[in-house]
């Protein structure tokens, strides 16, 4: 971890604290300091905490890591959780659901890859995330559009014919 105190004296110290782990001191020099932080859990949080040349407390910060082996943006344990494989980076461009997200967007919208429609608000979630509106609580529906006339919603952009 490697961080910048702002502090008029330009030291002080930081104490650094990771869930599971050990609290290290570091001081701060020139007002920066860095110092590597042994994770003892998948997810973990690092706690940071400056003061000044004289002892008073000044920040602190938090920071939650969540371990990616594979490099794909997609946390270990989110991808367990939801049936992915976290040894293999190529899953994040998978789409199975159909939805028109990828794995890695459904990761960072907050949906399910394997549900098409996660809030069930009979839109889909690649339109809802297209059109800007939440696919993960069904209250925030996206407007209705009509592609042509007779156009019933954005998932129907087919004109209607009267039977």
Do not use: C, K
Request: charged fraction near 25%; hydrophobic fraction near 35%.
């Amino acid at each position: 971890m490697t961080g910048t105190v702002s502090d008029s004296s330009g030291g002080g110290r930081v104490l650094l604290s990771s869930t599971g782990g050990a609290t290290q001191e570091v001081a701060v020099v020139a007002g920066r300091f860095e110092q590597q932080v042994a994770l003892a859990a998948e997810n973990s949080t690092i706690v940071a905490r400056a003061s000044d040349t004289a002892g008073n407390p000044s920040v602190e910060a938090r920071v939650t890591v969540r371990l990616d082996n594979d490099g794909d943006g997609m946390p270990d344990d989110w991808e367990r959780l939801h049936g992915l494989n976290p040894a293999d980076p190529s899953d994040a461009s998978g789409d199975p659901d159909l939805d028109g997200l990828t794995n890695l967007q459904e990761f960072r919208s907050g949906t399910e890859p394997f549900v098409a429609d996660t809030d069930g608000d009979g839109t889909g979630d690649g339109i809802e995330v297209a059109q800007g509106s939440d696919p993960v609580h069904g209250s925030n529906r996206p407007p209705v559009t009509r592609a042509r006339e007779g156009a019933a919603s954005a998932l129907d952009p087919a004109p209607r014919v009267a039977t």
